[in-house]
Nanobody, 122 residues
Framework: VQLQASGGGLVQAGDSLELACAVS????????GAWFRQAPGKERDFVAS????????NYAASVKGRFTISRDTAEDTVYLQINALKPEDTAVYFC????????????????WGQGTLVTVSS
């Protein structure tokens, strides 16, 4: 499984942004897609995940209500819609693939994309 993240950039506080993660290789049939983020000097934190088969979703408490994860099975792509961006959302956002959408630790996801940088100015 190969993952390619895109959509990051420099935005202002209050803006919205959509990240995309294109999946190639093996399909997501038995997998879950997830997004993590890593701010400078900090650990990689779970953001959200989605089950490929039934669209079940899981969110970190800190982003619930502002972030929406989705998947397009026809396009083999996982999206992360981020609304009302805050400076503290500044991070490199990584997409990942694993076996179960309810898993929240980075070590539980064996497949990773290269990351896309989101910078939010105040």
């Amino acid at each position: 499984v190969q993952l390619q993240a895109s959509g990051g950039g420099l935005v202002q506080a209050g803006d919205s942004l959509e990240l995309a993660c294109a999946v190639s290789g093996n399909t997501f049939t038995h997998y879950a897609g997830a997004w993590f983020r890593q701010a400078p000097g900090k650990e990689r934190d779970f953001v959200a995940s989605v089950a490929w088969t039934d669209n079940s979703q899981n969110y970190a408490a800190s982003v619930k209500g502002r972030f929406t994860i989705s998947r397009d099975t026809a396009e083999d792509t996982v999206y992360l819609q981020i609304n009302a961006l805050k400076p503290e959302d500044t991070a490199v956002y990584f997409c990942a693939a694993g076996s179960d959408y309810f898993r929240t630790r980075a070590s539980e996801y064996p497949y990773w994309g290269q990351g896309t940088l989101v910078t939010v100015s105040s």
